[in-house]
Antibody, heavy 123, light 106 residues
Framework: QVQLQESGPGLVKPSQTLSLTCIVSGGSITDANYYWSWIRQSAGKGLEWIGRMSASGSIDYNPSLASRVTMSRDTPKNQFSLRLTSVTATDTAMYYC???????????????WGRGTLVTVSS | DIQMTQSPSSLSASVGDRVTITCQASHDISDYLNWYQQKPGKAPKLLIFDASNLETGVPSRFSGSGSGTYFTFIITSLQPEDIATYYCQQYDDLPYTFGRGTKLEI
């Protein structure tokens, strides 16, 4: 049973960089059947997909965030990460990592999700 | 981006009621649509994939239908444990987008 767990600072100052890591257990991030995504949820924007990483390491970002987002991975540690630069209060959200299941499309659905980590942007 | 318009935004119902939620896509997305349930303090959980297929372990009182731009999610007999917010999500094209959710209350 694959499980995902987000970790990172809960408070980030405006203009600084938000960094989060998702530790995956019970499955490999190099399994070709899956993608790995970050999704955030805020009161203002609801659920917003941030980006996805394939088993081979190729990455796609949401164009609305692409100029500020970087995803990376550490395959020996079976984890992947998110960096979001120049944060503002509008980046305050619950951040989830999730596994994307491949099928008819590169990602058909997201399952499972991590429990999420709340990141607040404030001075 | 494909916009997903969900309605209603909130709904009050009684145990045993039939509940219907709709989701309209701004473009034809075929049946590339999923439904998730989110309980307070929890992450979203997949209930229905490909518009009408029930995820393993999900009670049969949940169902989905539709294709193209109009989709429906139904709970045939509402149970107390169904209190949650429900979201639709399209995966026809990037970026993946979600509806704004329907908060279900008893």
């Amino acid at each position: 049973q694959v499980q995902l767990q987000e970790s990172g600072p809960g408070l980030v100052k405006p203009s600084q960089t938000l960094s989060l890591t998702c530790i995956v257990s019970g499955g490999s991030i190099t399994d070709a059947n899956y993608y790995w995504s970050w999704i955030r949820q805020s009161a203002g924007k609801g659920l917003e997909w941030i980006g996805r990483m394939s088993a081979s390491g190729s990455i796609d970002y949401n164009p609305s965030l692409a100029s500020r987002v970087t995803m990376s991975r550490d395959t020996p540690k079976n984890q992947f990460s998110l960096r979001l630069t120049s944060v503002t209060a509008t980046d305050t959200a619950m951040y989830y990592c999730a596994r994307g299941v491949s099928g008819r499309k590169l990602i058909n659905w997201f399952d499972p999700w991590g429990r999420g980590t709340l990141v607040t942007v404030s001075s | 981006d494909i916009q997903m318009t969900q309605s209603p935004s909130s709904l009050s119902a009684s145990v045993g009621d039939r509940v219907t939620i709709t989701c309209q896509a701004s473009h034809d997305i075929s049946d590339y649509l999923n439904w998730y349930q989110q309980k307070p303090g929890k992450a979203p959980k997949l209930l229905i994939f490909d518009a009408s297929n029930l995820e393993t372990g999900v009670p049969s009182r949940f169902s989905g239908s539709g294709s193209g731009t109009y989709f429906t999610f139904i709970i045939t007999s509402l149970q107390p444990e169904d209190i949650a917010t429900y979201y639709c999500q399209q995966y026809d094209d990037l970026p993946y987008t979600f509806g704004r959710g329907t908060k279900l209350e008893i």
